[in-house]
């Protein structure tokens, strides 16, 4: 993080040339550290290593973003080909929304815009993920907060990988490009749907579904409203909650099944990672994933798992990734509940409360206790957010 943090400061220019360099420096610091057990040589490794992920990341910005025009946000109408890389979904607006893998977008002149990038992109009609696109769309910049306290477009989509909004004129659809685990996640949806159409509620429905699938789009303004200023709104993101649940699942449909533990375990790392594709890579998923999949891979090995590296892992990956999420909301808040969750409850959970009657303490006291010892320690640390 102070890696990151140093090479925003940074000019990114200088340090082109020698990426590579630094990197594979970064790497030998960590193989050395690795067989020393050196904290500070493996301090510096990481600090260098998040110099270099910063860098080169604004250097690619910076390149691509002084090929374009600078003179307004919205690029000339040109034809573009594309994949999608989620399934378009209902904004309420009559637009759909998703994600798609832009291969070329050509100005109405010729001129080439955009190669191999990601962009969050507008339809007039729904897609599904994995469809070839061809078309004619208008190429957004991403714009960045013009008052103070105001919403930045511009940091949201660099902390997403995202390079622009694509508005969408007219669209081809071409074949989709079907994988079995698309085949499975289609099979998945439609059962979902099925479930779903069994609440007859609209606001339920559209409370469970944001719930299981991170569809969330369906919620009434009325409903977001009311979580938000309950300060619930948390209950209904996916996380390391979903993936308990899911885990649990599999444990208990193997509880008669006469198989060694290491199958379950197996079978419970695919799933997660299956789940990840299914509702795509959510911060607060892919965190506790991570997280989960190294703890549970340590039993595999019949190693201790330490919930704290393993955070820590996921922390690191994710930032090789989007190195920029180190300042997203997002990002702070999930790995900041995470944390205080495993520093701070432990120490909170060995206060107790007694009333002085055994009954009322072990089905009141105690449980409502515990709830609010949770709490409390993930809101340590995540209050100082908050605030800021």
Same mark, same amino acid.
């Given at each position: 993080?102070?890696?990151?943090?140093?090479?925003?400061? #940074? &000019?990114? +220019?200088?340090?082109?040339?020698?990426?590579?360099?630094?990197?594979? *420096?970064?790497?030998?610091?960590?193989i050395v550290a690795g067989i020393f057990f050196s904290h500070p040589v493996r301090f510096g490794s990481f600090f260098i290593l998040?110099?270099?992920?910063? %860098?080169?990341?604004?250097?690619?910005? @910076? =390149?691509?973003?002084? +090929? %374009?025009?600078?003179?307004?946000?919205?690029?000339?109408?040109?034809?573009?080909?594309?994949?999608?890389?989620?399934? *378009?979904?209902?904004?309420?607006?009559?637009?759909?929304?998703?994600?798609?893998?832009?291969?070329?977008?050509?100005?109405?002149?010729?001129?080439?815009?955009?190669?191999?990038?990601?962009?969050?992109?507008?339809?007039?009609?729904?897609?599904?993920?994995?469809?070839?696109?061809?078309?004619?769309? $208008?190429?957004?910049?991403?714009?960045?907060?013009?008052? /103070?306290?105001?919403?930045?477009?511009?940091?949201?989509?660099?902390?997403?990988?995202?390079?622009?909004? $694509?508005?969408?004129?007219?669209?081809?659809?071409?074949? #989709?490009?079907?994988?079995?685990?698309?085949?499975?996640?289609?099979?998945?949806?439609?059962?979902?749907?099925?479930?779903?159409?069994?609440?007859?509620?609209?606001?339920?429905?559209?409370?469970?579904?944001?719930?299981?699938?991170?569809?969330?789009?369906?919620?009434? +303004? /009325?409903?977001?409203? #009311?979580?938000?200023? =309950?300060?619930?709104?948390?209950?209904?993101?996916?996380?390391?909650?979903?993936?308990?649940?899911?885990?649990?699942?599999?444990?208990?449909?193997?509880?008669?099944?006469?198989?060694?533990?290491?199958?379950?375990?197996?079978?419970?790392?695919?799933?997660?990672?299956?789940?990840?594709?299914?509702?795509? &890579?959510?911060?607060?998923?892919?965190?506790?994933?991570?997280? @989960?999949?190294?703890?549970?891979?340590?039993?595999?090995?019949?190693?201790?798992?330490?919930?704290?590296? *393993? %955070?820590?892992?996921?922390?690191? $990956?994710?930032?090789?990734?989007?190195?920029?999420?180190?300042?997203?909301?997002?990002?702070?808040?999930?790995?900041?509940?995470?944390?205080?969750?495993?520093?701070?409850?432990?120490?909170?959970?060995?206060?107790?409360?007694?009333?002085?009657?055994? /009954?009322?303490?072990?089905?009141?006291?105690?449980? #409502?206790?515990?709830?609010?010892?949770?709490?409390?320690? *993930?809101?340590? $640390?995540? =209050? /100082?957010?908050?605030?800021?």
């Amino acid at each position: 993080m102070l890696g990151i943090a140093t090479g925003c400061l #940074l &000019p990114p +220019a200088p340090f082109l040339s020698f990426y590579h360099s630094i990197f594979i *420096a970064a790497m030998v610091l960590l193989i050395v550290a690795g067989i020393f057990f050196s904290h500070p040589v493996r301090f510096g490794s990481f600090f260098i290593l998040g110099i270099v992920c910063i %860098l080169q990341t604004e250097a690619r910005e @910076t =390149a691509f973003y002084a +090929a %374009l025009p600078q003179d307004g946000a919205i690029l000339d109408k040109g034809c573009f080909g594309a994949q999608a890389l989620t399934g *378009a979904v209902a904004t309420g607006k009559g637009h759909y929304a998703g994600v798609v893998h832009i291969d070329t977008l050509r100005a109405g002149d010729g001129r080439l815009i955009v190669v191999n990038k990601d962009a969050k992109a507008l339809f007039c009609s729904k897609v599904q993920a994995g469809m070839r696109i061809t078309g004619t769309a $208008l190429f957004l910049l991403p714009q960045a907060c013009r008052n /103070p306290g105001g919403f930045n477009e511009f940091a949201l989509m660099r902390a997403n990988r995202l390079w622009g909004t $694509l508005m969408v004129d007219s669209l081809a659809t071409g074949a #989709l490009e079907i994988t079995i685990l698309d085949k499975i996640n289609t099979a998945v949806r439609k059962a979902e749907a099925a479930a779903l159409d069994c609440v007859k509620n609209n606001e339920y429905r559209a409370i469970l579904q944001a719930s299981v699938s991170g569809e969330n789009t369906l919620l009434s +303004a /009325p409903t977001r409203t #009311l979580l938000i200023n =309950a300060g619930i709104y948390h209950l209904i993101a996916i996380s390391g909650f979903n993936l308990a649940v899911l885990i649990g699942f599999v444990f208990a449909i193997f509880l008669p099944v006469p198989v060694g533990r290491n199958v379950k375990v197996i079978v419970s790392i695919a799933l997660v990672w299956w789940y990840v594709s299914f509702t795509g &890579p959510i911060p607060s998923l892919v965190r506790a994933a991570i997280m @989960t999949t190294i703890m549970l891979a340590a039993t595999l090995f019949q190693r201790k798992n330490y919930a704290l590296n *393993a %955070l820590g892992i996921a922390g690191i $990956l994710w930032l090789c990734f989007a190195p920029l999420s180190l300042f997203n909301p997002s990002y702070q808040l999930s790995f900041a509940a995470t944390f205080g969750l495993i520093a701070f409850y432990p120490v909170i959970g060995k206060w107790s409360l007694s009333s002085k009657c055994a /009954p009322v303490d072990r089905f009141v006291v105690t449980p #409502l206790w515990a709830a609010l010892t949770v709490s409390l320690a *993930a809101f340590i $640390l995540t =209050a /100082p957010i908050l605030v800021y």
